[in-house]
């Protein structure tokens, strides 16, 4: 026995194969005799393994700042070709991303078709079909979205874990704000195209046509017809209220109203009018096929535009006398 205090004895159960038959012997031998490596260290403050904490990874996910999201592929007629994937599952970061729940119920292509063309989609199909993980990085401008997003996805057991960020909150580089100046700019002009041939249209079409902006139906365009009905009163700028107060007891400002609300067109048909169309003076019998049809600005009713393509038919008319002169009206437009 060594000197320097009380020697600690351990166990160890030592197997001895003799022929057929096993024998155990329980040896106890001094601890300073056992090699180190047959006693690990334990870490300071382990309790229970990781992979027995089921609270985990839900807590995990939840305060991730990276948005993760689960998807299970679709498979074709044939149950080969991977033709979409269903969106399973996005944590807290990627919900607010994308601006879906939790579990949205939907498929990556059907909620955004532009992964195909952008070849997010191709990218989904590569990394589940190879097991490793892989990453892409892509300019995503379309289904709402409008960002540079870097994506890193892996196979799991049936469903494909996508973890992606993007560069909302992160300074861009010179190259990306110049790009996106460009962008702008040539959206812009395609909108300014649009909104010109637009208002070619409507200076030439055969009826009286008026747009009005906001729930006030405030006048912002007046075709040279409409102008001409109303002689040189002002209406541009003006409330629809305002300039034809009549319509208010005659139903026509509420019809506009509802359109303006709903978003829902009216079309009338042969709609007895008495309209002020001088200011002062009497009010004068008129009948019209009115029109309402709600203009969308960027995804917003933005003003009510009015088509009454019979054109103005004044008091002393008989229905059969109006018809003659409706003929008559778009014989002299299209005939002549």
């Known amino acids: 026995m060594a000197r320097g205090g009380p020697i600690a004895f351990a ?5 001895l194969t003799l022929r057929r038959v096993t024998v155990g012997l329980k040896l106890h031998l001094p601890r300073r005799a056992i090699p180190s490596r047959w006693f690990p260290p334990v870490p300071h403050g382990f309790r229970v393994p990781l992979s027995r904490r089921p609270a985990l990874l839900p807590t995990l996910l939840a305060v991730s700042l990276t948005a993760v999201m689960l998807l299970r592929p679709v498979y074709g007629p044939d149950g080969e070709e991977m033709t979409d994937f269903t969106l399973d599952y996005l944590n807290h970061a990627a919900q607010r991303i994308l601006g879906l729940p939790e579990q949205p119920g939907t498929t990556a292509r059907t909620r955004f078709p532009e992964i195909v063309p952008t070849g997010i989609f191709d990218f989904y199909r590569r990394a589940f079909g190879g097991g490793a993980a892989e990453t892409f990085d892509v300019n995503y401008q379309a289904d709402g979205l409008d960002n540079y997003y870097h994506l890193a996805a892996q196979r799991c057991g049936e469903v494909l874990v996508v973890s992606f960020t993007d560069t909302a909150n992160q300074p861009r580089t010179p190259v990306e704000i110049a790009l996106r100046e460009s962008q702008a700019a040539e959206q812009a002009a395609r909108a300014e195209a649009q909104r010109q041939r637009f208002y070619d249209v409507l200076m030439t079409l055969p009826a ?22 109303f002689g040189t009163h002002v209406l541009l700028g003006r409330s629809l209220r305002e300039v034809l107060p009549e319509l208010e007891d005659q139903g026509v400002a509420a019809l506009l109203d509802r359109v303006y609300q709903t978003g829902e067109p009216y079309h009338g048909q042969e709609v007895e009018l008495w309209l002020d169309s001088g200011g002062g003076g009497p009010r004068q019998q008129v009948f019209l096929n009115p029109f309402f049809y709600p203009l969308r600005d960027a995804g917003n009713l933005a003003r009510v535009e009015e088509l009454p393509v019979a054109g103005l038919v004044s008091k002393p008319h008989t229905k059969e006398k109006l018809d003659t002169i409706l003929k008559l009206h778009f014989q002299r437009q299209f005939l002549t």
């Open 208 to 229: 009286q046509v008026a747009t009005y902006h906001g729930p006030d139906l405030i006048y912002n365009f007046v075709s040279p017809r409409y102008q001409r009905y």
């Open 11 to 15: 166990p160890l159960f030592v197997p």
